[in-house]
């Protein structure tokens, strides 16, 4: 069975400063990743995938995050982060089900302070 | 094009009672998922339900929960008798096709508390 694991339940951290967010996974297979955010009484929302191809992977308000297969990560990282980042990011994990079935982290509280 | 739709938002309900909770999918998309989130903890799997059919239902309780996703109209998770234990954040997503892939769109929720 897969499962993903997320060490940091929250993140401190200041505004402008640069932030990672961990995530490792565990999985017999080859799986899909993604991060996703949530804000307060919000639904969760997709900030990035990896599917296949470029480890890289890149989101448009300037969140990143690498596919590390040897070390079974996916963290999440920005070089600069804004107040208005401050939510709660789930890494997740699909399987070669046929179907979308994620596995989600615990997730991570990123509190950004000015 | 409206997002996924879920309501209630907020349901309160006393042991033993039944709720019922629906999910309006987004426009021509008709894979819907259900996800459970307990306190201090990631969202779990529930269900996957295509039009009329249940695909995966190995996250479900094996009592008192039951999905339904109809030709017409939203899909409902339905909870029988509920318990303390069920209170939750009830999560619905949709997506247009089947792959691993594709993106799920997720509604805002639906918080159950049973008193």
């Known amino acids: 069975a897969q499962s993903v694991t997320q060490l940091d339940s929250q993140v401190p951290v200041f505004e402008e400063a640069p932030v990672e967010l961990r995530c490792n996974y565990s999985s017999s297979v080859s799986v899909y990743l993604f991060w996703y955010v949530q804000y307060p009484n919000q639904g969760l929302q997709l900030l990035l995938k990896y599917l296949s191809g470029s480890t890289l992977v890149e989101s448009i308000n300037g969140f990143e995050a690498e596919f590390n297969k040897s070390q079974t990560s996916f963290h999440l990282r920005k070089p600069s982060v804004h107040i208005s980042d401050t939510a709660e990011y789930f890494c997740a994990v699909s399987e070669n089900t046929g179907f979308q079935k994620l596995v989600f982290g615990t997730g991570t509280r990123l509190l950004v302070s000015p | 094009n409206a997002g996924v739709m879920q309501n209630p938002r907020h349901l309160v309900r006393r042991r033993g009672q039944e709720a019922r909770l629906r999910c309006s999918p987004m426009k021509g998309h008709s894979h819907v998922y259900w996800y459970r989130q307990l306190p201090e903890e990631g969202l779990k799997f529930m269900v996957y339900?295509?039009?009329?059919?249940?695909?995966?239902e190995s996250g479900m309780p094996k009592e008192r929960f039951s999905a339904e996703f109809p030709k017409e109209g939203p899909s409902i998770l339905r909870i029988q008798q509920v318990v303390r234990g069920d209170s939750a954040a009830y999560f619905c997503a949709s997506s247009e096709s089947q792959g691993q892939g594709a993106e799920a769109f997720f509604g805002q929720g639906t918080r159950l508390t049973v008193v």
């Open positions: 339900l295509q039009k009329e059919n249940i695909i995966d």
